[in-house]
């Protein structure tokens, strides 16, 4: 089974409108992190966000937000006020393994976002 | 401050030929990991250090593959001999625990070509 599915192979989005890239995650662990990773086309990956298991309110890095819905195990990243240059990969990740003390980094097959003019 | 190191960044080489892929990672970061990313099966961790003690290696591919940190500031991926199905983008990334969330930085990737 997948640990972190992401839905959306690809995505298309007008200059300066929001996006929402989906991504849901299944663990049993109490305590985990998920990520989310930008790649754009010259190869480099660039950490975008972050949110942990514990943490009462979505994170937040600029135009980047993390939706975290744990009832329903998403972690949705939404972009406001897209940009050309947000026109990249986009990954989903889960740290899990808190309790074993040996983590496990699982990355989703990511979406892949193209901002229109 | 210079990010995660890697070399070469392109090699290409030839079938049963011995690779080796060199990381420098952030000065004072305790976690370094290596990954491999081609089309087909996406971004695979392969292994990962915690003050240069390999922690989890469950997701190097087979035996032909082994890595090293002999100190914290340099880790090597071999892959002996190397085959076609290895070719691929490897990429080292460190992180520093004392931060909370434990946020990767990746270096900028090895792309490995196998003929």
């Known amino acids: 089974a997948q640990k972190i599915t992401q839905t959306q192979p690809g995505m298309f989005v007008q200059e300066k409108e929001a996006v929402t890239l989906d991504c849901t995650y299944d663990t049993s662990d109490p305590s985990y992190g998920l990520f989310w990773y930008k790649q754009p086309s010259s190869g480099e990956m660039i950490f975008l966000i972050y949110?942990?298991?514990?943490?009462?309110q979505n994170a937040t890095e600029g135009r980047y937000s993390l939706n975290f819905q744990k009832a329903r195990k998403s972690a949705n990243l939404v972009i406001s006020a897209s940009q050309l240059g947000d026109s990249a990969m986009y990954f989903c990740?889960?740290?899990?393994?808190?309790?074993?003390?040996?983590?496990?980094?699982?990355f989703g097959t990511g979406t892949r976002l193209k901002v229109l003019a | 401050d210079a990010g995660v190191i890697q070399s070469p960044r392109h090699e290409v080489t030839e079938m049963g030929q011995e690779v080796t892929l060199r990381c420098k990672p952030i000065s004072g970061h305790d976690y370094l990991f290596w990954y491999r990313q081609t089309m087909m099966r996406g971004l695979e961790l392969l292994i990962y250090?915690?003050?240069?003690?390999?922690?989890?290696d469950s997701g190097m591919p087979e035996d032909r593959f082994s890595a090293k940190m002999p100190n914290a500031s340099f880790s090597t991926l071999k892959i002996q001999p190397s085959e076609p199905r290895d070719s691929a983008v490897y990429f080292c990334?460190?992180?520093?625990?004392?931060?909370?969330?434990?946020?990767?930085?990746f270096g900028p990737g090895t792309r490995l070509t196998v003929t």
């Open positions: 990740a889960m740290r899990e393994g808190s309790t074993s003390g040996t983590y496990k980094y699982i």
């Open positions: 990334a460190s992180s520093w625990s004392v931060a909370g969330n434990y946020e990767q930085y």
């Open positions: 949110q942990g298991s514990y943490d009462q």
């Open positions: 250090f915690n003050n240069n003690v390999p922690i989890d």
